[in-house]
């Protein structure tokens, strides 16, 4: 049955879950579905999150090694005759 609900779409998955008994095998299943979409979301999410905070992470790095590299060529003494 959960591989027939992962073919629903989100009406007629709702649909199903209202028109379903409370406490019944079919109620449970699609509350399971709604949870298992939910949690594919977040999951989603989160790995997002953590490729974009790696990118500005790596971002900074790069910007501090340039800054540090251009300080330290502005610092080289230039010999003038």
């Given at each position: 049955m959960n591989k027939d609900l992962k073919?629903?779409?989100?009406?007629?998955?709702?649909?199903m879950y209202?028109?379903?008994?409370?406490?019944?095998?079919q109620r449970?299943?699609?509350?399971?579905?709604f949870e298992r979409r939910k949690l594919f979301w977040i999951k989603?999410?989160?790995i997002v999150t953590v490729i974009s905070v790696v990118?500005?992470?790596?971002?900074?790095i790069g910007s501090f090694?340039?800054?540090l590299l251009s300080?330290?060529?502005?610092?080289?003494?230039t010999?003038?005759?």
């Open positions: 073919k629903l779409s989100s009406d007629e998955l709702s649909n209202g028109n379903a008994m409370e406490n019944s095998i449970n299943a699609t509350e399971g579905e989603f999410a989160a990118i500005m992470g790596l971002t900074a090694i340039l800054d300080f330290t060529n502005a610092q080289t003494p010999v003038s005759k």
